[in-house]
């Protein structure tokens, strides 16, 4: 992977986790952890979103389209997880 694939990849993934921030309210983990909860998210989506016969396409914004769908899945999760631990 060169250094321009890498610096996509994190700009994706940072732009990524902050739209799911944004979507799922109160979960935003700044800069590097937004980066992260999006490269993760791209991971979920990617294994999930072909098995159940979504192919979004090609291209940056669908690479940010499906690395968001799996970053909000991701935080939806997250957020599922802490409710129930307080309650």
């Known amino acids: ?3 321009e694939s890498l610096l996509i990849f994190l700009v994706i993934g940072a732009v ?3 739209l799911a921030g944004l979507i799922v ?6 800069l590097i952890g937004n980066m992260v909860v999006g490269i993760i998210g791209a991971f979920i989506a990617g294994l999930i979103l072909p098995r159940i016969g979504i ?3 090609g ?3 669908a690479a940010i389209i499906h690395a968001t769908i799996g970053a909000v899945l991701l935080l939806f999760l997250i957020k ?3 409710s129930n ?3």
Do not use: E, R, S
């Not at 309210?25 to 700044?30: L, N, R, V």
């Open 55 to 57: 192919n979004i396409g």
């Open 1 to 3: 992977m060169g250094i």
């Open 16 to 18: 990524a986790g902050w």
């Open 25 to 30: 309210k109160g979960y935003g983990f700044g």
């Open 85 to 87: 631990g307080n309650g």
């Open 59 to 61: 291209g940056i914004i």
């Open 80 to 82: 599922l997880i802490k």
